[in-house]
T-cell receptor, first 114, second 111 residues
Framework: SQTIHQWPATLVQPVGSPLSLECTVE??????LYWYRQAAGRGLQLLFY??????ISSEVPQNLSASRPQDRQFILSSKKLLLSDSGFYLC?????????????FGSGTQLSVL | TQLLEQSPQFLSIQEGENLTVYCNSS?????LQWYRQEPGEGPVLLVT???GGEVKKLKRLTFQFGDARKDSSLHITAAQPGDTGLYLC???????????WGAGTKLIIKP
């Protein structure tokens, strides 16, 4: 069965510090991978998605970047965090069921930038 | 720009009551998904509806896709405290990787 691991679960970082969040998927090959951000109790904002190694699409201009160095590894980074980067970050992978794409999420990282 | 509006944003009811959550858009979606999310966790897919007018039942949860595939509803019968969570709808357009997400309905079922 497929599993997705995301860490750390919580992170408190000072403004201006770097960021690296890691996500790995097991039990599937060449998955589509996603990074989302969620404001408290609200909907999801797509940040990045990747359809393969080294292929990254950015949906929202921002202070963040993403990389996919291996097939099942997706990393979210920042060189200098801003206060506005605080939020709940979710990694997800997807599979297609006929014509419908289903997302499977990690347990998230709660990032507080102080 | 495709948008999905969910209502209500917040709902707090007593155990045993019924409720309906709505997800509306002016755009047509090829399919629509409902997810449930608990605090500190990622959303979990509950159902995907594909065909206009489709109704799917998951125990006490009934999901309906509008005939024109622009809206959907989630009805919970005899709500239980275990139903508490954030319910999110997400619509799929055609030919892209981005789901359009509603802002969510925070549901609290009081014992």
């Amino acid at each position: 069965s497929q599993t997705i691991h995301q860490w750390p679960a919580t992170l408190v970082q000072p403004v201006g510090s770097p960021l690296s969040l890691e996500c790995t998927v097991e039990g599937t090959s060449n998955p589509n991978l996603y990074w989302y951000r969620q404001a408290a109790g609200r909907g999801l904002q797509l940040l990045f998605y990747s359809v393969g190694i080294g292929q990254i699409s950015s949906e929202v201009p921002q202070n963040l970047s993403a990389s996919r160095p291996q097939d099942r590894q997706f990393i979210l980074s920042s060189k200098k965090l801003l206060l506005s980067d605080s939020g709940f970050y979710l990694c997800a992978w997807s599979e297609w069921d006929r014509l419908n794409e289903k997302l499977f999420f990690g347990s998230g990282t709660q990032l507080s930038v102080l | 720009t495709q948008l999905l509006e969910q209502s209500p944003q917040f709902l707090s009811i007593q155990e045993g009551e019924n409720l309906t959550v709505y997800c509306n858009s002016s755009s047509v979606f090829s399919s629509l998904q409902w997810y449930r999310q608990e605090p500190g966790e990622g959303p979990v897919l509950l159902v995907t509806v594909v065909t206009g007018g489709e109704v799917k039942k998951l125990k006490r949860l009934t999901f309906q896709f509008g005939d024109a595939r622009k809206d959907s509803s989630l009805h919970i019968t005899a709500a239980q405290p275990g139903d508490t969570g954030l319910y999110l709808c997400a619509g799929a357009g055609s030919g892209n990787y981005q789901l359009i997400w509603g802002a969510g309905t925070k549901l609290i079922i009081k014992p």
